[in-house]
């Protein structure tokens, strides 16, 4: 039982790059997000999903896309990568009920030069 | 604006103490609030969670407490151990739709021999 697992676990970039971050859960859970980590500023969400085929923006969401072709996949796409998107990315899923904590995978380590 | 906040950095304790963390919250629609644990080169795991409608939950050596006047949340952790060393997450969020989390900055538990 893997739960939340996400591909690749480090990557380095040229500033104008484009690559795509997966998320793949088997946990069977509807919701689906992104978050990323910068020193000193804790966790913000990007984009997230209630359902396969729905995506929403969370509170730091430019310059990344978003898709949710199926339930056990959510994927985060970064168009044209910016210095600035040199992050931690960590993809989180959680089931419907509301006292419910979200699951976090392990991140993905992303250097953008 | 941070709607989430852990005004503590860092806190070292020594081991077989009791260990507090600390976070503020100025959002009064926050229902539902979590504490997160997180090594090095991992995704944050789940620790513990409160609703609004309690002001004290226990589990094991961990125990929550909410002020919901106050808005404030503490982490107790009795007794320290040298494997608490890691780095907390305050979370909170509302009890509807997809229940999107917001984090505190983090504080990074040193528990000392």
């Known amino acids: 039982?893997?739960?939340?697992?996400?591909?690749?676990?480090?990557?380095?970039?040229?500033?104008?790059?484009?690559?795509?971050?997966?998320?793949?859960?088997?946990?069977?859970?509807?919701?689906?997000?992104?978050?990323?980590?910068?020193?000193?500023?804790?966790?913000?969400?990007?984009?997230?999903?209630?359902?396969?085929?729905?995506?929403?923006?969370?509170?730091?969401?430019?310059?990344?896309?978003?898709?949710?072709?199926?339930?056990?996949?959510?994927?985060?796409g970064l168009e044209s990568a910016a210095p600035s998107q040199t992050s931690v990315y960590f993809c989180a899923t959680k089931g419907t009920e509301v006292f419910q904590p979200q699951h976090f995978g392990d991140g993905t380590r992303l250097s953008i030069l | 604006d941070q709607q989430v906040k852990q005004n503590s950095p860092s806190l070292s304790v020594q081991e077989g103490r009791i260990s507090i963390l600390n976070c503020d919250y100025t959002n009064s629609m926050f229902d539902y609030f979590l504490w997160y644990k997180k090594y090095p080169a991992e995704g944050p795991t789940f620790l513990i969670s409160i609703s609004s409608i309690k002001d004290k939950n226990e589990d094991g050596r961990f125990t929550v407490f909410l002020n919901k006047s106050a808005k404030h949340l503490s982490l107790h952790i009795v007794p320290s151990q040298p494997g608490d060393s890691a780095v907390y997450f305050c979370a909170a969020s509302g009890l509807q739709g997809a229940q999107k989390l917001v984090f505190g900055q983090g504080t990074r538990l040193t528990i000392n021999p």
């Open chain 1, 1 to 76: 039982n893997a739960g939340v697992t996400q591909t690749p676990k480090f990557r380095v970039l040229k500033t104008g790059q484009s690559m795509t971050l997966l998320c793949a859960q088997d946990m069977n859970h509807e919701y689906m997000y992104w978050y990323r980590q910068d020193p000193g500023m804790g966790l913000r969400l990007i984009h997230y999903s209630v359902g396969e085929g729905t995506t929403a923006k969370g509170e730091v969401p430019d310059g990344y896309n978003v898709s949710r072709l199926k339930k056990q996949n959510f994927l985060l």
